[in-house]
């Protein structure tokens, strides 16, 4: 089975761990149709219904999730909806370990492209082209683009995020520095820092997809969109190629001059980011979530402030490619016994949680913003505005390719990161697993 892709789609990673559960409806009635009342019929026993997401209660969406829920439990009358969530890297494992022993919940995250193949070719997942005839004038069919497997969608998306360079901008200022728009420009913000005894990257070698984060946009920006995906879906591109050498040896060269902040590699990303909160580091690349996160547990917002990550090779990518696209989703297991209600709940809370998400300042809507978004957020805004005006869009790669060849690249690129892999071996490694 092959996934419809939008190479140019529309625009997160975020946390987990815990115990399998089945699916948590505890009615043998069948729901009421999308969107119907759950006590339509008269006699209609209570149902509770199990979602899991990553959205742990320091996620910048975990009120957001919580806010649609109670939206939905309200408009759903009798239906109990039990949010169970877990840190980003270990749910990556258990959800398919979960796959794997038909032990799914009624609703769960997942994250769109080839991460989820396997899981739609199970057949453990339900179709919902028919329950989406009821939302189609509220979010588009080339926003879920990235959800169609064969021309069927298996799920709804809640956000566009892209990943971005946020910085800390009175430390630039107080520094003489601008946002770098080229690797040079780059390079020079990072010495300049480094020379006045700060700290310039805040990072986590230990959670390897915020490390990703950095790697796979300085791989954009030195490969170029349409290269890019055809190599990690293997549609007849070279990870050999020598654009793809540049980035891994840009890593290297971050590492050399002390870039990172100190003790990386045994640092996760909620501790890493907390050093960047502080004023620690001066920088900090990953998703556009990252802003309803610095309203929040930033001393002085007013400090932050974002953007694209610089360009390395201008002849291949734009300022204004970005990784990133509708990613974040939720899928229904086709062994829920709550089919109608379980639709309407995998629409509903990301259609409440693209709302309450943006109007925070955590993510860029997937859903129509049909509602007063006045309060937004001026770093929330600004994101908004770099999707908006996008060339490109690129899944990250531990999105875009097949689960085997991402948890491949996540190991590589952290020994890079270590320096137990030159980027000569790792370029090697990346080519050796993708020709599998």
Known sequence: MKLKRVTSGIAAAVMMAGVITGCGSSSDNPGSSAGGNANAGGDQKDVTLTLWSISTESDSFHSAYEQAIKDFESSHEGVKVVHETFENESYKTKIKSAVAANELPDVFYTWAGGFSQSFVDSGKVMQLDSYYENYKDEISEAA??????DGKLYGSVICTPVSVMWYNQKIFSENGLEAPETWDEFENVCRTLRENGIDPIATSAKDKWVLAMLHDGLTLKSVGADKLQKTLLKQGGSYSDPDFLVSAEKIKELADMEAFIGGAAALSNDEASA????????????????????????????DFSVAPIPVINSSNAKLTDFMGGGSDSLMVAASTKEADLSAALAFEITKGVSKYGYLSGAGIPAWKVTYDDSEVPELTKKVAEYANNATSFTLWFDTLMESEDAGEYLSLLQKLYLGSLTPEEFQAEMAAQLEK
């Open 144 to 149: 879920l683009s990235n959800i169609i497997y």
């Open 275 to 302: 050093e960047f909160y502080s004023g620690n580091a001066a920088m900090y690349f990953t998703g556009s979530w990252m802003g309803g996160s610095i309203m929040t547990d930033a001393e002085n917002p007013s």
